[in-house]
């Protein structure tokens, strides 16, 4: 069995960086790390307040927002091994929305779902980057 690293959910919104705005105000959170698209739409905060975690995002073509008929959260599970969560997912009944591989900004993972209607962001991170480069390398897939 491989060894669980970190869960968190993935807030899906529309505007999140009013959102990043409220947490902060409401709940004293502390952004830990904020990534765009070239358009400057947000595809990756994280958020930390007091022992809890959790990311924000905006919504786009792949995960609309609750009111939008979305998923209201995608939970990031960080792992040892995410090829072989995923096919212990998928011999479970889960299935794939996209598919595990590596990703520029460092990290192998893919996207799944349970039999349940819950979206998993299954992931290791495989390189050692600060957040300039995770940055770059983010703007650079669009």
Same mark, same amino acid.
Not at 71 to 79: D, H, N
């Given at each position: ?6 869960l *968190?959910?993935?807030?899906v919104?529309d505007?999140?960086d009013?959102a990043?705005?409220f *947490? ?6 502390e952004l830990v790390e ?5 358009d400057g ?6 958020l ?5 975690t959790?990311?924000v995002k905006?919504?786009?073509r ?5 009111g939008?008929?979305g998923?209201? /959260?995608?939970?990031?599970? *960080? /792992?040892d091994?995410?090829?072989?969560v995923?096919?212990?997912? /998928?011999?479970g009944?889960g299935s794939v929305?996209f ?5 520029p900004y ?13 979206a998993?962001?299954v992931?290791?991170?495989?390189e050692?980057?600060g ?10 897939? *669009?």
């Open positions: 069995m491989t060894r669980i690293q970190q *968190y959910p993935r807030l919104v505007g999140a009013a990043i705005a *947490y902060t105000t409401a709940f004293g959170a904020r990534y765009t698209d070239p739409n947000v595809v990756h905060a994280l930390r307040a007091g022992a809890a959790w990311a905006d919504a786009d792949y995960d609309p927002a609750p939008g008929g998923l209201p /959260v995608i939970l990031a599970l *960080y /792992v091994d995410p090829d072989a995923a096919q212990s997912m /998928v011999d009944g929305i598919a595990v591989s590596d990703h460092g990290e192998r993972g893919g996207r799944l779902s349970d039999p349940f209607g819950h998993w962001m992931a290791a991170r495989t050692d980057l957040p300039e480069q995770i940055q770059q390398r983010t703007a650079g897939m *669009y």
